[in-house]
């Protein structure tokens, strides 16, 4: 069982920075695929970015390509969403996941374990 904990949304101006974070507690974390997902009022939930266990391997949705980066740090249990260059589209409740597979996956519903969510906004 893996919980998870995000934390670093917020309210920025269109061209700001935030950084996400999301706390793992349980076993094995390490060798669990992370990813980001987002879900915008009245749309379904999307992918963002995954990275593979070993941090070797990640992908990203087109939208947010050279401006986010996943990032993870194992033995803090720990990953992150380095979000740069935000805009008013990118507003969600972003949320982490993880799943118990190899490759780096787009799918949510490969995805084992939620977090309840971050608000992220970008006024314009």
């Known amino acids: 069982q893996v919980q998870l904990l995000e934390s670093g949304g917020g309210l920025v101006q269109a061209g700001g920075s935030l950084r996400l974070s999301c706390a793992a507690s349980g076993r094995a974390f390490s060798m669990y695929t992370i990813g980001w997902f987002r879900q915008a009022p009245g749309q379904e939930r999307e992918f963002v970015a995954a990275v593979t266990w070993s941090g070797t391997t990640s992908y990203y949705a087109d939208s947010v390509k050279g401006r986010f980066t996943i990032s993870r740090d194992n033995p803090k249990n720990t990953m992150y969403l380095q979000m740069n260059s935000l805009k008013p589209e990118d507003t969600a409740v972003y949320y982490c996941?993880?799943?118990?597979?190899?490759?780096?996956?787009?799918?949510?519903?490969?995805?084992?374990?939620w977090g309840q969510g971050t608000q992220v906004t970008v006024s314009s």
């Open positions: 996941a993880a799943a118990r597979l190899v490759i780096a996956s787009r799918r949510s519903d490969q995805y084992d374990y």
